[in-house]
């Protein structure tokens, strides 16, 4: 544990609240940790109260499943510094895998009727987004964490369905063994490690009108441009670019809502077939499909961004934080804006180094 001041609500940079935290209060609970937990010290960089120290801990593995854990630790610990900033601040990360088997591998699914018994609790469908993967389960989560010193907390959930979920300053979650694991495990980290917002605007969502119209959101990656002299990220802009910078949105959102629907059918189909139990094969070439129209879907998206001539430039593109008009986003793509292997746009990679240079004095 480290002495740290936390400044919260921080507008107009004025502190409006700030606490001490002292690791020597007696206030502190110093209870003997929970039993049967197990630590793996994934990457070791130095003392923890100079690093960035990220626990990553395990959900629906069962005790027999100790070798895949371990394995998907250096599969995603590998993941994680193949992307800046990560790559160029290896050296101040600290990387945990903590451990509690679950009694089931997996998670619950409760559109598909299907509830596993696991360390964390764990569920697809929250919010009644069903790729929404939450664990309400604080108290577990935070007597498992505590088994290693941490500043930011993954669910690493044993699954091959597309999901996850990123709440900033608090936890993200990724399932493990789907297509685009990368992407999830980077996007969702995105969130709760540096108060990214979500770039997409087409696809549902568990949140309607999350950003009221007229103010400007907190995160600093999307803005409403209320003063489009101000821009928050005017000193990343490319030159000669206008702010707001024109692109070819209305093509953009007919070839993607198209696959939205199609992806809306094909997952409640997919759900259907599974609660009333359908054979195994059937369920497994849906699926497959899905999978397919996913990758095939998310080249066709990268092919049309790379064909724009505002590839690769930082202006304020129309289309964010989950919707379509009233908000804008620095590149044409992200990581936090579309699916695939892709680096973070200038505006996210520089919030993130500013994160890790936080905690790392
Ligand atoms: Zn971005």
Not at 49 to 70: H, M, N, P, Q, S
Not at 155 to 170: D, E, W
Not at 226 to 245: M, Q
Request: charged letters at 30%.
């Amino acid at each position: 544990m480290r002495r740290k001041q936390l400044f919260l609500c921080i507008i107009q940079a004025k502190a409006l609240f700030s606490q001490v935290v002292d690791p020597a209060a007696t206030t502190v609970i110093r209870e003997r940790l929970v039993p049967g937990v197990k630590v793996f010290e994934v990457v070791r960089s130095g003392e923890p109260r100079r690093k960035v120290d990220v626990a990553i801990v395990a959900e629906g593995y069962t005790a027999d499943e100790e070798g895949k854990l371990k394995a998907d630790l250096d599969r995603f610990a590998a993941v994680f510094f193949k992307l800046e900033p990560y790559r160029s601040h290896r050296d101040k990360f600290n990387l945990y895998g903590v451990f509690k088997p679950s009694p089931e591998s997996g998670c619950d699914e409760p559109s598909h009727g299907s509830f596993k018994a696991t360390a964390l609790g764990a569920t697809f469908d929250s919010l009644g987004s069903e790729r929404y993967l939450l664990t309400e389960d604080n108290k577990s989560l935070r007597d498992i964490a505590a088994h290693v010193p941490y500043d930011a907390l993954y669910i690493m959930v044993n699954h091959k369905r597309y999901g996850g979920g990123g709440i900033y300053n608090l936890y993200c979650t990724f399932t493990t063994d789907n297509q685009w694991y990368e992407y999830l495990f980077l996007h969702e980290f995105g969130h709760s490690f540096a108060d990214l917002a979500d770039e997409y605007y087409t696809s549902e969502v568990a949140y309607n009108e999350f950003y009221p119209r007229g103010v400007e959101p907190a995160e600093p990656n999307i803005t409403a441009l209320l003063e489009p002299g101000r821009l928050k990220w005017k000193n990343l802009t490319s030159p000669g670019v206008e702010i707001p910078t024109r692109w070819e949105k209305a093509d953009f959102d007919a070839m993607d809502n198209a696959y939205q629907k199609i992806r809306g059918e094909i997952n409640a189909k997919i759900a259907k077939l599974k609660r009333e139990g359908a054979d195994a094969a059937e369920v497994a070439r849906v699926e497959e499909e899905s999978e397919r129209l996913s990758r095939e879907h998310a080249d066709k998206v990268d092919a049309f961004l790379r064909a724009s001539k505002y590839w690769g430039k930082v202006g304020a593109f129309e289309g964010a934080g989950y919707a379509a008009q009233g908000l804008y986003r620095p590149q044409l793509d992200c990581l936090m804006f579309t699916k695939g292997t892709k680096p973070f746009c200038k505006v996210c990679e520089a919030a993130v180094v500013r994160t890790i240079l936080n905690y790392t004095d």
